[in-house]
Nanobody, 119 residues
């Protein structure tokens, strides 16, 4: 079992930055990959970023490349999503998820944190 809890969401203006955190417990954190996803109102959930258990490999959806950075601190059992130059279209509920076997299929999910970007 893995428990995940996101934090750091809030209301920001376009162009601002925000860092989300994903705190994990349960299985040893370094043994699994973590993904960030988001779901905007009225839209399907979409993949945002992924980081391997050792932090060496990262992947991003095209719309956030160059603006968002995924990272992790295995000593703190926490993954992060640094979001720069936020745009109105980044408004969504953001979720982190655990990928236990490195297949980019996610087994455990947090409850999400809301990011709202205003003009």
């Amino acid at each position: 079992q893995v428990q995940l809890a996101e934090s750091g969401g809030g209301l920001v203006q376009a162009g601002d930055s925000l860092t989300l955190s994903c705190s994990a417990s349960g299985r040893p954190f370094s043994l699994y990959a973590v993904g960030w996803f988001r779901q905007a109102p009225g839209k399907e959930r979409e993949f945002v970023a992924h980081i391997s258990g050792d932090g060496k490999f990262t992947y991003y959806t095209d719309s956030v490349k160059g603006r968002f950075t995924i990272s992790r601190d295995n000593s703190k059992n926490t993954a992060y999503l640094q979001m720069n130059n936020l745009q109105i279209e980044d408004t969504a509920d953001y979720y982190c998820a655990a990928d236990l076997i490195g297949s980019r299929e996610y087994d455990y999910w947090g409850k999400g944190t809301l990011v709202t970007v205003s003009s």
